[in-house]
């Protein structure tokens, strides 16, 4: 495809059409490949949704035992540039803006630290003068005192930008490309640096080349065509693995929910697809960890977690903050944060509620696995 990096374009799949025998065969592949990957992601392996199931629970007791990884956003600013047209941030939004200053992430932080979470995600909109490199910087030294895994999502960085944060006590960085399809892209990212696909794409790379020990991708399920998008992500990552392959990925599949600009997904993405989707990447990439966040609803969360996913987060919040007012909000209060989040959440059952569900699963839910004297 135009634009594309040859490395990327996954063209030559997304017409090729599969047979139920096909299908067969790429669930027994000793050795995956792209091609099983679009053999599994087509229509024809929608038949086949159990024993795909079955393989990708397999897969992920084999390499992850019965641990489901949980971590915790902590979104620091919702100032932001872009034009994303699906974003409840964007600059054309009529939502109040906030940023933490450094001592109210002091005390989010320390209010996430008594939840019992080891892990964090720090979040913001694209650079900007309220929320810039000095700032991110700032609160990652932070956090690293109370959290041993610390990680940003956050606008693209140099290479120096990434080991200064490296340095800093950030652990891995979280760049979805949102969709890989150029055409859309363009259409999706109206104006802002983020309008840049290139400079996207590029990121993650430039992460890992200055430290960073994992690297999260990810596309936005209902931007663009699913089977392109998919395709091409698993390209991405196969791309990095060969590339750094002393580095760590992660791989997340949000779906568009609800902001405050009521954007329509053109793709729209059935929860059936969803896990079809899951239990491929996992088929195909069985050591990679792969990650559910609140988005989903419970019931589908329930569902997925350790049939595929290995990874959630819990607990989540996608307003500035507001983990330090937990049990304190009044009525408007919960109706303005909600109103003035990134997207809403479907998921919004606390951590000891969510972990009794997990361990009703025989699953055990981990908070640590990696410990800052490591850094």
């Known amino acids: 495809m135009k634009n594309l990096p040859i490395w990327l374009d996954p063209e030559p799949w997304l017409n090729r059409k599969f047979s139920p025998t096909e299908i067969q065969t790429a669930l027994g592949a000793e050795s995956p490949s792209e091609e099983t990957l679009a053999a599994l992601l087509s229509p024809a392996a929608v038949d086949f949704l159990e024993p795909m199931a079955a393989r990708a629970q397999a897969l992920t007791r084999r390499h992850f035992g019965r641990t489901v990884q949980l971590y915790v956003p902590l979104y620091l600013s919702s100032y932001c540039p872009g034009g994303c047209a699906y974003c409840g941030f964007a600059s054309d939004r009529n939502t109040a803006r906030h940023k933490l200053s450094l001592e109210q992430v002091e005390t989010e932080l320390a209010a996430l630290e008594k939840m019992g979470f080891e892990e964090i995600l720090l979040l913001t909109g694209e650079r900007t003068p309220e929320a810039d490199f000095d700032y991110v910087r700032d609160c990652v030294e932070r956090a690293a005192r109370r959290f041993h895994s610390v990680n940003i999502e956050m606008f693209p960085m140099s290479e120096t930008e990434y080991r200064e944060l490296a340095e800093a006590g950030c652990s891995g960085v979280t760049l979805y490309q949102e969709t890989y399809h150029p055409e859309t892209y363009a259409a999706m990212h109206r104006w802002g640096p983020k309008s840049d696909f290139s400079e996207r794409l590029e990121a993650p790379a430039r992460a890992l080349a200055g430290g960073q020990r994992f690297a999260g991708l990810g596309a936005l399920l209902g931007l663009s065509d699913p089977l392109f998008d998919c395709l091409a992500l698993y390209r991405h990552a196969r791309h990095l693995q060969k590339t750094h392959w002393q580095s760590g990925l992660t791989i997340s ?14 793709h729209p993405v059935s929860n059936s697809q969803l896990a079809q989707i899951v239990f491929a990447f996992r088929i195909v990439l069985p050591d990679v960890p792969l990650v ?10 329930d569902g997925l977690a350790g049939l595929g996913i290995n990874k959630m987060s819990v607990a989540s919040k996608t307003t500035v903050g507001g983990y330090a007012e937990e049990g304190s909000e009044d009525v408007s209060r919960r109706s ?8 809403d959440v479907s998921d919004a059952r606390g951590v000891e509620e969510f972990c009794a569900m997990l361990r009703s699963k025989n699953l055990e839910p981990v908070f640590k696995n990696w410990d800052a004297a490591y850094r």
């Open 253 to 266: 599949f949000p779906r568009i929910q609800r902001e405050a600009g009521d954007f329509t997904p053109p």
């Open 292 to 301: 559910l966040s609140t988005r989903e609803t419970p019931a589908l969360r």
């Open 336 to 343: 303005r944060a909600k109103a003035e989040g990134q997207f």
